[in-house]
């Protein structure tokens, strides 16, 4: 039976990746934060078959530890603060977890391979925030990095020590440069989250208003149950690489609107969103679009969930929600 540790296994991905891989037959291990975390009971009661162990990622000796007891032969790296507008609230912090966290969890991972760096293939969850002010449409592998916030900074220091233990020590070692996705189990504060729940208590009538910044931001947005399957399928690859995984489409915030508010009988949403300077991003990113052409013709992975799809499926989960909790 194949072992993984999958860290920020609170997270979407890591529910979606832990329910992936038991499936598969893995013995799955998760990283949690803290003994009293608020999010253990969510994975418990989503892969209650996952083991969950105490550790952080600041905490080099603790990460070690954590790996000699669940001795995996696949390690997910998918811990981060990932909440890009809390960055600039926070750069310190952000660049600790999300960018110094990666180096911790490589240097972890090599120390428990020891002498046989072959025991354990790395995954490292990139992110299509390094494109940032973009220098190439679409962005590949190879488009020139250009971060635009303290979270897309930290991600590009942790993609190249990637790139560095793959190159240095020879670790298989890959990085997915994922672009947005997005699910069901996305937290409230993204922006996805945020139109599809408020889309759904606008239609309960328990909210009148929906508050947004930039309504002409581009984004490449998929499922994040699909973008699971692209980082297992890394992993079961001969050596490591870097891969873009996205939609290779673009949809805008109006676009994201027109599909979530059209799910609910209203065709024209003007009336009901605002837009506040407040959530306006200091370096706005104003378009990412993803190339995967190497990630369809390497891995044969592609995307199964379409993007209206995908939103229509997240204002349904939001409206049974609220629902529920307005009772």
């Known amino acids: 039976m ?14 979606y990746l832990s329910e992936l891989l038991l499936a598969k037959g893995y013995e799955v291990f998760g990283l949690i934060r803290g003994q009293n975390n608020p999010k253990r009971d969510l994975v418990t009661a989503v892969a209650p078959e996952v083991k969950l162990l105490p550790g952080d990622l600041s905490d080099v000796a603790g990460l070690t530890r954590v790996l000699n007891v669940a001795n995996p032969d696949e390690v997910y790296n998918l ?8 960055s600039w609230e926070n750069a310190s912090l952000t660049s600790d977890v999300t960018g110094k966290g990666v180096l911790n969890m490589l240097e972890a991972t090599r120390q428990y391979a020891g002498s046989d760096i072959d025991r354990v293939k790395f995954y490292q969850a ?6 940032g002010k973009v220098q190439q449409v679409p962005q590949s592998e190879s488009t020139l990095l250009w971060p635009r916030s303290p979270y897309g900074v930290a991600k590009v220091f942790g993609h190249y020590m ?38 759904a208590r606008i239609k309960l009538g328990l909210q009148r208003e929906l508050v947004l910044g ?7 947005w998929g499922f994040a149950g699909d973008y699971v399957e692209a980082m297992w399928r890394m992993l079961q690859q001969p050596k490591g690489d870097d891969y873009v995984i996205a939609t290779g489409e673009t949809h805008s915030i109006r676009d994201l ?23 306006m991003r200091p370096a706005e990113v104003d378009l990412l679009i993803g190339d995967p ?28 929600e609220q629902s529920a909790l307005a009772r």
Not at 214 to 220: I, P, Q, Y
Not at 260 to 274: H, L, M, N, T
């Open 293 to 320: 052409s190497k990630a369809h013709a390497v891995l044969g992975w592609k995307p199964q969930v379409a993007f209206q799809e995908l939103i229509q499926m997240m204002v349904t989960n939001d409206l049974a």
């Open 162 to 199: 990637t790139i560095n233990y793959r190159e240095s020590y020879g670790m298989h070692a890959s990085s997915g440069i994922l672009f947005n996705h997005e699910s069901p189990r996305r937290g409230p504060e993204f922006v996805t989250r945020k139109v599809t729940q408020a889309v």
């Open 214 to 220: 930039n309504l002409d931001a581009k984004r490449d």
């Open 126 to 131: 990139s992110s299509s925030e390094m494109f």
């Open 79 to 86: 811990g981060a603060i990932s909440y890009v507008a809390y």
């Open 257 to 279: 609107l027109n599909v979530a508010f059209e799910s609910i009988g209203i065709q024209d949403w003007e009336p009901y969103v605002r837009q506040d300077p407040r959530f």
């Open 2 to 15: 194949p072992r993984a540790l999958i860290t920020g296994i609170t997270g979407q991905d890591g529910l």
